[in-house]
């Protein structure tokens, strides 16, 4: 079986400078995979590159077995792959309705997608009694879940997921990883990328740790919870 | 995307002052803008027309207002009690007038016309009011009249809504009933056997005097038997709407009928923007792709009709109106489409530039030696024939009217389902995060060049039917005005609105036209209200309904 996710030797570069230097790695159709690092560290950059919005300057990207390296972003999506961007970037001036009917633009199995739309309402039924309000004016948790729905009902079978717990109270945060655990038991192949590397990290199957633009560690999300360097550096214990 | 950053983050903040000091202020800033508005000359202009017979003028009637204005927003501060709020007023009042009282002193006194030419001794005997021109007698009671003016705005100012909201719906009938004469004489006029009234009501220029206070009692009366009458039988406000939709689709059919042919040709006017309105609103209102130069495709469908319609030397061929329209469209459409094309990578501001050159571009074009033998250069292209329908000649303004009207309705259903249906989605996604809109499967360029083409069609329909009015084209009715002027109708309007589109071209376009006194301080006027509408109403006069929510969009991407 092929990989959901096969990233080779990726290089993404903003004029000279070099955010990500030849980052390999790959993720399995089903699982839950997390990049963790610092600020700055190239997470966001490798996300964008996965969906085009960045240029890549060397490396590959395949998506099930398929080569989506130069397609342009909008065609990546109907190849399966769908992003929830960092800082939830709504359409603050639509309706969470409408909002969630554009993450659908791609498709055009309408039936399916109101059967998507009402998963995805049982999935965040908070979102049910928002339906009609204007999205910007919902509380950060409640856009969270309107980011996530947008990007489910393009009924993706990778989810990019960028940050999804930043500026969140703890309840909401758990809240959110429990949502992206059940949407991959439900099939759909995660790529978190998360500076709360705690929590990615607990419900990660496998994990990369980027540093500067390269992958420096990769091992099972509880593996790397336990792992000295990571304690040190991401989850605030003492060496 | 820029443009609702501008006009959303707009919002000027007052400091508190003390009462009286802000009534100076007030005062003074009137003041400012009496001694403007007679400095430019726009006081002389303006009263050569008398909107009362005899007895008041526009100029009078324009300083007036502003003078009221200030009484009123002094009183409506809402600080002090009503006699401190009166006194506040007449203060604001008497600093304006006495403003525009030491304009004249100095008028007379010192030679200011090699600098300031309206400063003329003419200015000075229209600002004395009759009394002996710069006599203390005159310049005294310019203050004492300000004073008035304002006291009486600052007591309409204190009193309750009902009354308030009476006393300005009187003031409001009349002065509209005084400034659009013509219209109103001409209605009255076109009634069979009704012809008192109109020697009653208007004299030959404006309202007679006894009619006023008929008028201002009228409509008063009309608004608080209103407020009385929806206060008691609870008319729920979406019937009174749907009435009022009705009242004013009936009002629309049957203008040119009822009126002359000056009005008729206004009202063509308006619709003829309405429909360029129509197609730039698809283009900045739905998808935000500014486009300075959208004047380039009125261009086109004119060309193509004259072309295509004329008996004149210049012609390619001579076929009806009915063949040359959809090749117009069509060919401004492609015109669109080319022009799409190089500016697909440019955002923001950026954009209005490019745009901007391109639609000078065509305009030189046309100018140009190369192209001069075809298009006729400066000498333009004349003898384009009328547009006949079942035998009938569409020539009179009231006939093509309907033509553009007919047009209008067709653009605003086919704008309507654009806009409710997945492409309109896909635009205002673009317009409001393109990264995002991408990353959902929009795909960029297809739907911007979709949206150039389609307002470009749209603005070719309207070039259409203006070379069919006007039968001949000459490359100086398509300069950057005409597509700042259709910027400003969105801006005016409510960007994204359709109903926008049409409040804001009979306020653009329609008013001036009709309120001929205005003339060569059309501009000016364009300016004020523009920067008003800014300060006051960033979203439009009749803004679309996702920019009525008072939401500021996420801004939080870098």
Same mark, same amino acid.
């Given at each position: 079986?092929?990989?959901?996710?096969?990233? !080779?030797?990726?290089?993404?570069?903003?004029?000279?400078?070099?955010?990500?230097?030849?980052?390999?790695?790959?993720?399995?159709?089903?699982?839950?995979?997390?990049?963790?690092?610092?600020?700055?560290?190239?997470?966001?950059?490798?996300?964008?590159?996965?969906?085009?919005?960045?240029?890549?300057?060397?490396?590959?990207?395949?998506?099930?077995?398929?080569?989506?390296?130069?397609?342009?972003?909008?065609?990546?999506?109907?190849?399966?792959?769908?992003?929830?961007?960092?800082?939830?970037?709504?359409?603050?001036?639509?309706?969470?309705?409408?909002?969630?009917?554009?993450?659908?633009?791609?498709?055009?199995?309408?039936?399916?997608?109101?059967?998507?739309?009402?998963?995805?309402?049982?999935?965040?039924?908070?979102? !049910?009694?928002?339906? !009609?309000?204007?999205?910007?004016?919902?509380?950060?948790?409640?856009?969270?879940?309107?980011?996530?729905?947008?990007?489910?009902?393009?009924?993706?079978?990778?989810?990019?997921?960028?940050?999804?717990?930043?500026?969140?109270?703890?309840?909401?945060?758990?809240?959110?990883?429990?949502?992206?655990?059940?949407?991959? !038991?439900?099939?759909?192949?995660?790529?978190?990328?998360?500076?709360?590397?705690?929590?990615?990290?607990?419900?990660?199957?496998?994990?990369?740790?980027?540093?500067?633009?390269?992958?420096?560690?990769?091992?099972?999300?509880?593996?790397?919870?336990?792992?000295?360097?990571?304690?040190?550096?991401?989850?605030?214990?003492?060496? | 995307?820029?443009?609702?950053?501008?006009?959303?983050?707009?919002?000027?903040?007052?400091?508190?002052?003390?009462?009286?000091?802000?009534?100076?202020?007030?005062?003074?800033?009137?003041?400012?803008? %009496? &001694?403007?508005?007679?400095?430019?000359?726009?006081?002389?202009?303006?009263?050569?027309?008398?909107?009362?017979?005899?007895?008041?003028?526009?100029?009078?009637?324009?300083?007036?207002?502003?003078?009221?204005?200030?009484?009123?927003?002094?009183?409506?501060?809402?600080?002090?009690? =009503?006699?401190?709020?009166?006194?506040?007023?007449?203060?604001?009042?008497?600093?304006?007038?006495?403003?525009?009282?030491?304009?004249?002193?100095?008028?007379?006194?010192?030679?200011?016309?090699?600098?300031?030419?309206?400063?003329?001794?003419?200015?000075?005997?229209?600002?004395?009011?009759?009394?002996?021109?710069?006599?203390?007698?005159?310049?005294?009671?310019?203050?004492?009249?300000?004073?008035?003016?304002?006291?009486?705005?600052?007591?309409?100012?204190?009193?309750?809504?009902?009354?308030?909201?009476?006393?300005?719906?009187?003031?409001?009938?009349?002065?509209?009933?005084?400034?659009?004469?013509?219209?109103?004489?001409?209605?009255?006029?076109?009634?069979?056997?009704?012809?008192?009234?109109?020697?009653?009501?208007?004299?030959?220029?404006?309202?007679? =005097?006894?009619?006023?206070?008929?008028?201002?009692?009228?409509?008063?009366?009309?608004?608080?038997?209103?407020?009385?009458?929806?206060?008691?039988?609870?008319?729920?406000?979406?019937?009174?709407?749907?009435?009022?939709?009705?009242?004013?689709?009936?009002?629309?059919?049957? %203008?040119?009928?009822?009126?002359?042919?000056?009005?008729?040709?206004?009202?063509?006017?308006?619709?003829?923007?309405?429909?360029?309105?129509?197609?730039?609103?698809?283009?900045?209102?739905?998808?935000?792709?500014?486009?300075?130069?959208?004047?380039?495709?009125?261009?086109?469908?004119?060309?193509?009709?004259?072309?295509?319609?004329?008996?004149? =030397?210049?012609?390619?061929?001579?076929?009806?109106?009915?063949?040359?329209?959809?090749?117009?469209?069509?060919?401004?459409?492609?015109?669109?489409? %080319?022009?799409?094309?190089?500016?697909?990578?440019?955002?923001?501001?950026?954009?209005?530039?490019?745009?901007?050159?391109?639609?000078?571009?065509?305009?030189?074009?046309?100018?140009?030696?190369?192209?001069?033998?075809?298009?006729?250069?400066?000498?333009?292209?004349?003898?384009?024939?009328?547009?006949?329908?079942?035998?009938?000649?569409?020539?009179?303004?009231?006939?093509?009217?309907?033509?553009?009207?007919?047009?209008?309705?067709?653009?605003?259903?086919?704008?309507?389902?654009?806009?409710?249906?997945?492409?309109?989605?896909?635009?205002?996604?673009?317009?409001?995060?393109?990264?995002?809109?991408?990353?959902?499967?929009?795909?960029?360029?297809?739907?911007?060049?979709?949206?150039?083409?389609?307002?470009?069609?749209?603005?070719?329909?309207?070039?259409?039917?203006?070379?069919?009015?006007?039968?001949?084209?000459? =490359?100086?009715?398509?300069?950057?005005?005409?597509?700042?002027?259709?910027?400003?109708?969105?801006?005016?309007?409510?960007?994204?609105?359709?109903?926008?589109?049409?409040?804001?071209?009979?306020?653009?376009?329609?008013?001036?036209?009709?309120?001929?006194?205005?003339?060569?301080?059309?501009?000016?006027?364009?300016?004020?209200?523009? &920067?008003?509408?800014?300060?006051?109403?960033?979203?439009?006069?009749?803004?679309?309904?996702?920019?009525?929510?008072?939401?500021?969009?996420?801004?939080?991407?870098?």
């Amino acid at each position: 079986m092929s990989k959901a996710l096969d990233v !080779r030797d990726l290089t993404v570069a903003y004029g000279q400078i070099a955010a990500v230097r030849g980052a390999s790695f790959t993720v399995e159709p089903g699982e839950i995979a997390t990049i963790i690092g610092a600020n700055g560290a190239g997470k966001t950059t490798i996300l964008n590159a996965l969906c085009g919005l960045r240029d890549v300057r060397a490396g590959t990207v395949t998506l099930g077995g398929e080569d989506i390296t130069h397609l342009p972003p909008h065609e990546r999506v109907r190849h399966g792959l769908a992003q929830v961007p960092e800082g939830r970037r709504l359409f603050g001036r639509m309706s969470v309705a409408e909002n969630l009917e554009i993450g659908g633009y791609a498709r055009s199995d309408h039936a399916a997608q109101k059967h998507d739309l009402d998963h995805v309402l049982e999935l965040f039924p908070r979102l !049910r009694e928002r339906y !009609r309000q204007l999205a910007g004016t919902l509380s950060g948790g409640e856009q969270q879940m309107v980011a996530m729905g947008r990007a489910l009902m393009a009924k993706p079978r990778v989810l990019l997921l960028d940050e999804p717990t930043m500026g969140l109270a703890p309840q909401i945060v758990d809240l959110v990883l429990d949502a992206v655990r059940r949407v991959n !038991r439900e099939g759909v192949t995660v790529l978190l990328v998360e500076q709360n590397a705690y929590g990615a990290l607990e419900i990660a199957d496998r994990a990369f740790v980027l540093e500067s633009g390269e992958i420096t560690l990769t091992g099972h999300g509880l593996e790397l919870i336990n792992h000295e360097r990571v304690r040190s550096a991401y989850l605030g214990h003492e060496a | 995307m820029s443009f609702n950053t501008v006009t959303s983050s707009f919002k000027v903040t007052r400091r508190r002052r003390a009462p009286l000091a802000e009534a100076a202020r007030v005062g003074l800033i009137a003041g400012a803008a %009496l &001694v403007a508005f007679a400095l430019i000359g726009a006081y002389a202009a303006m009263d050569k027309r008398h909107v009362v017979e005899d007895l008041l003028t526009l100029s009078q009637i324009a300083c007036g207002l502003m003078v009221f204005a200030a009484g009123y927003a002094t009183a409506r501060d809402g600080r002090s009690g =009503p006699a401190a709020a009166l006194l506040h007023g007449l203060v604001a009042g008497a600093v304006a007038g006495a403003c525009l009282a030491l304009l004249v002193w100095l008028t007379v006194s010192v030679n200011l016309r090699a600098t300031l030419v309206a400063a003329s001794p003419a200015l000075a005997r229209a600002l004395s009011l009759g009394a002996p021109v710069a006599s203390t007698q005159a310049l005294a009671q310019l203050p004492v009249l300000g004073a008035l003016l304002a006291g009486l705005g600052a007591a309409v100012g204190l009193l309750p809504p009902a009354g308030r909201h009476a006393m300005t719906t009187g003031l409001g009938v009349v002065l509209v009933a005084g400034l659009f004469r013509d219209v109103f004489a001409s209605m009255l006029d076109n009634l069979p056997d009704f012809t008192g009234p109109e020697i009653e009501l208007f004299g030959p220029s404006g309202l007679n =005097p006894g009619a006023a206070p008929v008028l201002f009692a009228a409509g008063a009366a009309f608004s608080l038997l209103r407020r009385r009458l929806t206060r008691r039988a609870g008319v729920p406000r979406s019937g009174a709407s749907r009435l009022g939709s009705a009242l004013l689709v009936a009002g629309v059919l049957v %203008l040119p009928l009822v009126t002359n042919d000056f009005v008729a040709q206004v009202a063509m006017l308006v619709a003829l923007y309405m429909l360029m309105g129509m197609g730039l609103n698809i283009e900045l209102g739905l998808a935000g792709l500014v486009d300075l130069g959208f004047v380039a495709f009125f261009a086109v469908g004119a060309y193509t009709v004259a072309l295509m319609c004329s008996s004149g =030397p210049l012609a390619v061929a001579d076929v009806s109106f009915w063949l040359a329209l959809p090749v117009a469209i069509v060919l401004a459409a492609c015109a669109g489409l %080319l022009f799409g094309l190089p500016v697909l990578r440019v955002r923001g501001d950026y954009l209005a530039m490019a745009t901007l050159g391109l639609g000078e571009i065509i305009r030189v074009l046309v100018l140009s030696d190369a192209l001069g033998p075809y298009l006729g250069g400066s000498q333009g292209i004349i003898e384009i024939r009328h547009p006949s329908l079942f035998g009938l000649e569409l020539k009179s303004p009231a006939s093509l009217y309907y033509l553009a009207l007919a047009l209008a309705a067709v653009v605003a259903f086919v704008s309507w389902r654009l806009q409710h249906a997945k492409i309109g989605r896909a635009w205002l996604a673009m317009r409001e995060d393109e990264d995002v809109a991408q990353a959902l499967g929009i795909d960029p360029v297809a739907s911007k060049l979709l949206a150039y083409t389609i307002g470009a069609a749209f603005a070719g329909a309207a070039g259409a039917v203006f070379a069919a009015l006007i039968g001949s084209v000459y =490359p100086h009715s398509f300069q950057l005005l005409v597509s700042i002027n259709v910027l400003a109708i969105l801006v005016i309007g409510g960007l994204g609105s359709l109903p926008g589109v049409l409040v804001g071209a009979i306020v653009l376009i329609g008013l001036p036209e009709l309120l001929r006194e205005f003339g060569e301080f059309r501009y000016l006027f364009y300016g004020i209200a523009l &920067v008003a509408m800014m300060h006051v109403r960033a979203e439009g006069l009749w803004p679309a309904a996702h920019a009525r929510e008072n939401v500021q969009p996420e801004n939080a991407h870098a």
